[in-house]
């Protein structure tokens, strides 16, 4: 497995990302949706870990828009200023319709890396709801889309997730917190209701821990995307 820095020409920019090659050449490709706090070492070793399955694996900076920032610390960002602030602006600046414009460049990067069979998109936290939007706005080459901990996933707002799902033609898996403010009960059936009107293959779970979160992540893409 070898990591590159790449930068991927958007139409508002340039996004910088990780690639992370298997060892092996592969088809099957994975979009790792950041979560707010950036791409970081933690991360990568997502990353690596998949691409050590024998997938391609592409970490985009969502964030690109605002130039340099961070690194932040997950721990701390969001209780010390001034990193929440700088943090929150840049969630609120980061639209549902920014990403999803960008992930055709993300599909595109995937595609020159040999990536050109089914292709997978996972996202933590702000990510998760990235990665069931991409799967909507690109059905025919998304097979596969998982959340993990994300939030709003069927809110108020015009672009909620939920309110997109009809246009999925791949697999959806959302593991969820067990206590999350930002997806409360409420929303998760909200959410789960929509997928089984739109017949999405579909599974929503209550997401407690964290290796046996990736068993589930990899089997979900082996069964799917190989």
């Known amino acids: 497995m070898a990591k590159q820095d790449i930068s991927i020409r958007t139409e508002d920019g340039t996004a910088r990302a990780g690639l992370f090659r298997p060892s092996h050449p592969t088809t099957a490709g994975v979009i790792l949706y950041m979560d707010a706090f950036g791409p970081r070492p933690a991360l990568d070793a997502m990353a690596e870990r998949l691409a050590d399955e024998g997938y391609a694996v592409l970490v985009p900076d969502l964030f690109y828009r605002f130039g340099d920032y961070g690194p932040f610390d997950a721990r701390t960002a ?35 890396a040999g990536a050109t069979g089914r292709i997978g998109a996972v996202g933590y936290c702000m990510g998760g709801s990235r990665a069931i ?8 080459r998304i ?25 999925i033609k791949g697999r959806v898996y959302v593991g969820s917190a067990g206590v999350d403010g930002s997806f409360p009960p409420e929303q998760s059936a909200l959410l789960a209701e929509a997928l089984r009107r739109a017949e999405t293959d579909h599974s929503v779970y209550d ?12 089997t979900f893409f082996e069964e799917t995307l190989r």
């Not at 097979?143 to 246009?167: I, K, Q, Y």
């Not at 997401?207 to 990899?218: F, I, T, V, Y």
């Open 143 to 167: 097979a596969a889309a998982a959340s993990f901990h994300g939030g709003r996933l069927a809110s108020d707002a015009p672009d909620s997730p939920h309110r997109h799902v009809s246009s």
């Open 133 to 140: 939007r991409a799967a909507a706005a690109y059905p025919d």
């Open 78 to 112: 969001f209780s010390e200023e001034p990193t929440r602030t700088a943090l929150r602006s840049m969630i609120d600046g980061t639209s549902q319709d920014m990403t999803c414009r960008d992930t055709a460049t993300f599909l595109d990067a995937l595609t020159q």
């Open 207 to 218: 997401e407690r821990g964290a290796e046996r979160h990736w068993k589930r992540l990899l």
